[in-house]
């Protein structure tokens, strides 16, 4: 890219996480939402969506989450067209394990033959060697469901072994699927759907910054169905901000493994993010918000 590119920034809420060997900043960016209505096809604004990328480089975010059944292939495309020239701070992290249908749905596609063509199409289309980090999606889309990961998580261990990814991850997934992750290969991260209103995974996010392993919440705003609470209300109204600015904040406090990773097709709306996550929360107003998903 042509612009100058910050190292991680200081200015960024949160500070700086560590997957395996790589420094990512908590507050990252989900480039999701760059594909077109529906998360299919390409963006009504090719240029504004390369100028979210750039501008995520620039204020000094280095983690940038993406998966090739994002249009599909358009994120990748996007994110290589705009960061071709990122410096070695800036890290992508993939999903495989789902594709999409001529309907916009995500049947599953977890044999070793299809975890192995979607490597190689994310490297291709990042135009990278080797996959900074890679989450095997579970569950559907209704969210996890039970069962055994071991071949497919097993396929992605014989690509790192490969050299073409340096670190794993699983996303979707129940806490007995963690478990099992970690019994076969060491796992940097988590991605799972939490936020102020969807607490179910408390328990799974503190033995995991035990552990010092990354919890990456997916929806942090609530996905498709925008948080909406009374309380959260409350306390955006008398810090003078947004609930979703609210709702950031909380998480980054929330617990030091926790990496935020919202999405926009906006260059405003990513500062608005970026300032909204370093909101200030009292401990008085941490125990408020602290209960509305309890």
């Known amino acids: 890219m042509s612009e100058t590119v910050n190292t991680p920034s200081a200015s960024l809420p949160g500070g700086t996480w560590t997957l395996g060997d790589l420094t990512v900043t908590r507050f990252g960016y989900g480039a999701m939402q760059l594909a077109g209505p529906g998360v299919m096809g390409p963006p009504a604004d090719q240029d504004g969506a390369l100028a979210v990328l750039r501008e995520a480089a620039a204020l000094g975010i280095t983690h940038v989450d993406t998966a090739g059944a994002y249009g599909p292939r358009v994120t990748n495309q996007l994110i290589r067209e705009a960061l071709h020239s990122w410096p070695t701070s800036v890290h992508i992290v993939t999903k495989v394990g789902a594709v999409r249908d001529q309907q916009g749905g995500w049947p599953p596609a977890r044999r070793p033959e299809d975890l192995r063509h979607a490597v190689r199409e994310n490297l291709d289309d990042l135009g990278l060697d080797a996959l900074d980090v890679v989450n095997l999606r579970l569950g559907d889309a209704r969210g996890p469901r039970p069962g055994s990961l071991a071949e497919p998580f097993e396929t992605l261990v014989e690509l790192q072994e490969q050299g073409l990814i340096r670190h794993l991850g699983v996303s979707n997934a129940t806490a007995e699927q963690v478990a099992e992750a970690?019994?076969?290969a060491p796992v940097v991260c988590v991605q799972n759907m939490y936020n102020l209103a969807c607490r179910q995974d408390d328990e799974l996010?503190?033995?995991?910054?035990?552990?010092?392993?990354?919890?990456v919440p997916f929806f942090p705003l609530g996905g498709f169905t925008p948080l909406q609470s009374t309380a959260l209300s409350a306390v955006a109204t008398r810090l003078d901000a947004t609930p979703m600015s609210v709702a950031l904040a909380w998480l980054l406090r929330r617990s030091p493994n926790i990496l935020l990773i919202p999405g926009t097709s906006s260059v405003a709306h990513l500062r608005e993010n970026v300032a909204g996550a370093g909101l200030p929360l009292s401990d008085e107003e941490l125990a408020e918000l602290d209960k509305i998903g309890r």
């Open 182 to 184: 970690q019994a076969i």
């Open 205 to 215: 996010i503190d033995e995991l910054a035990d552990k010092g392993i990354a919890y």
